[in-house]
């Protein structure tokens, strides 16, 4: 016989006021541990601060088999000083499946340890990892709109002649949430890149909140645009003070993006292929008459027949499709970037009849960036079908 697990309803009421869990209140008897993170008291030392208290306790030995019955055990209690600087008698049995345990109670600030993994915070409360130690249910509960969004952002002044200096522009990703009137928190800001973390900024007051931008420099190494960017913030009443939970944004696909990715054009007839971007392109000054012609070229071609970017088959050597573009692509302008491109795209007449269906693929892709546009370096656009 062994008695329910009692700690529960009593760890409730520790994490409301904020207390670690400490078992030096428990009641000697037969417990069965239900635990998120496993079931079995952990036969090495977890570390201090862990399973939700200051010093875990663990057992020292091994947990028994069906067949041994009750057996009797050394617990230790883990603290700064000794992995074991405490021992604790205990009782353990093998029910088939799962271990029921005698336990008694501890030394205050120390608790029975069981599972392998951190004990998240209950609902209600927070700390700074969203696991124990440190719950607390004092954090702001604040629910705001969070986007990210897409901007230029000012740089440094270059020297052009016959122009005063302006600033340069680089485009960036900006994580777009509303401050409360009179609100005073205090922010942490992360980014991810195809759902993977790509950098953070924590406990940013609102002032300094243009310093949380994602730039090209903090990804450009390991991805490549035509990705989803998606950030989250959460929010402290005071640097360091427990943060509330994190807010998401939604998934924010940024590049270059076709109406769709399959066409079908007639021999002799032809189709028109729109492009949107959702990114703006940079540029080496902010004067309207230089802006006008910082732009950012596309290359179209044909993967399976022509291996170098830039090369397409304006030509009848290659008797399939043929593109009607001033210099085989499309340009986003610094100026007209959020405008719809247009690639005209003509199935070629060449006067046989054909039996089977026909299809090729185009892919765009881009030679050269300027200093001021290299997150647009080897985009990485899906390839086109177009069916003839």
Avoid at 91 to 116: A, D, V
Avoid at 323 to 344: H, R, S, V
Avoid at 347 to 371: E, H, K, P, Q, W
Wanted: glycine residues 6%; negative net charge; charged residues 20%.
């Amino acid at each position: 016989m062994f008695a329910a697990d009692k700690r529960s309803k009593d760890y409730l009421t520790d994490l409301a006021s904020d207390q670690v869990i400490s078992d030096d209140y428990l009641d000697a008897g037969w417990y069965r541990p239900f635990s998120a993170n496993g079931d079995e008291m952990p036969t090495s030392p977890p570390g201090q601060m862990h399973c939700g208290t200051i010093n875990p306790i663990w057992l020292n030995g091994t947990l028994p088999t069906y067949d041994d019955g009750n057996v009797s055990r050394a617990a230790c209690v883990q603290t700064d000083n000794d992995i074991c600087e405490q021992f604790i008698d205990i009782e353990i049995r093998n029910c088939g499946g799962y271990f029921i345990y005698f336990l008694q109670k501890t030394p205050p600030n120390s608790s029975f340890c069981f599972g392998s993994g951190p004990v998240i915070c209950p609902v209600g409360t927070s700390s700074e990892t969203g696991f124990y130690p440190g719950c607390s249910s004092s954090y702001p509960t604040t629910r705001v709109s969070v986007a990210v969004q897409t901007e230029l952002l000012e740089g440094s002044s270059l020297p052009i002649p016959g122009y005063d200096p302006t600033p340069s522009l680089l485009p960036v990703f900006r994580c777009k949430f509303d401050e409360e009137p009179n609100g005073t928190y205090i922010y942490d800001i992360y980014w991810y890149i195809n759902e993977f973390k790509i950098t953070s900024y924590i406990n940013i007051p609102m002032k300094d909140i243009n310093i949380t931008l994602l730039k090209h420099t903090d990804w450009i190494d390991s991805y490549k645009m035509n990705m989803e960017v998606q950030c989250a913030i959460r929010m402290r009443y005071l640097a360091n003070s427990v943060p509330g939970p994190l807010q998401y944004s939604a998934k924010f696909k940024a590049g270059i993006f076709p109406e769709k990715y399959e066409y079908t054009v007639i021999e002799g007839e032809s189709i028109t292929i729109s492009f949107k971007s959702t990114v703006p392109v940079g540029c080496i000054a902010s004067h309207k008459n230089l802006t006008a012609h910082c732009d950012q070229s596309f290359y179209v071609f044909q993967p399976k027949k022509n291996i170098n970017v830039g090369s397409c088959s304006n030509n009848i050597a290659i008797k399939d499709i043929i593109f009607k573009a001033q210099f085989c692509g499309i340009k986003f302008g610094a100026t007209d970037w959020q405008e719809e491109k247009k690639l005209e795209v003509y199935g070629f007449s060449d006067g046989l009849y054909n039996s089977g269906d026909r299809s090729t693929y185009i892919r765009l892709s881009t030679s050269a960036v300027s200093a001021f546009n290299e997150m647009w370096q080897n985009v990485q656009i899906p390839d086109i079908k177009v069916c003839l």
